[in-house]
């Protein structure tokens, strides 16, 4: 159920994501910075909790007795999170961001405003 709602907010974020740098291309371009700004702050802590995770295992191991070391584990790896995943999703997400900038702009070039041409018509019935 929580996986569900998290996936569905997910694929909500990337709709109005690109909706809004299809239809606004400028003021994506302003949002832009903000954007990758949040993506590598949520990244950087991320990474900070990963480092706090190691720490907190590497000084709580000598305190740790050997019967305990299996359940201690066990709690440190429900605590970490997949390293490799959130670093592929991070990488991902900056991509997604670029070309969300760069391929408006590059499209109504390549169209010559064809496309604007047949919007007018569409919506005119024509």
Excluded at 13 to 41: M, N, Y
Excluded at 53 to 75: H, K, P, S, Y
Excluded at 96 to 113: C, E, H, Y
Aim: hydrophobic residues 55%; glycine residues 8%; charged residues 10%.
């Amino acid at each position: 159920m929580f996986q569900s709602l998290i996936i569905g907010l997910l694929l909500a974020a990337v709709s109005a994501t690109s909706l809004v740098a299809f239809r606004h291309p400028r003021g994506f371009a302003r949002l832009f910075p903000f954007l990758i700004l949040g993506a590598s702050v949520l990244f950087a802590g991320v990474v900070v909790w990963q480092i706090a995770i190691e720490a907190m295992w590497a000084d709580m191991l000598a305190l740790v007795g050997t019967e305990f070391r299996q359940q201690a584990m066990a709690t440190k790896d429900n605590l970490s999170l997949p390293f490799v995943w959130i670093a592929m999703s991070y990488l991902g997400v900056m991509v997604f961001l670029w070309v969300n900038l760069k391929l408006p702009p590059f499209l109504s070039r390549t169209d010559g405003g064809a496309s604007a041409q047949d919007n007018g018509s569409r919506e005119s019935g024509g």
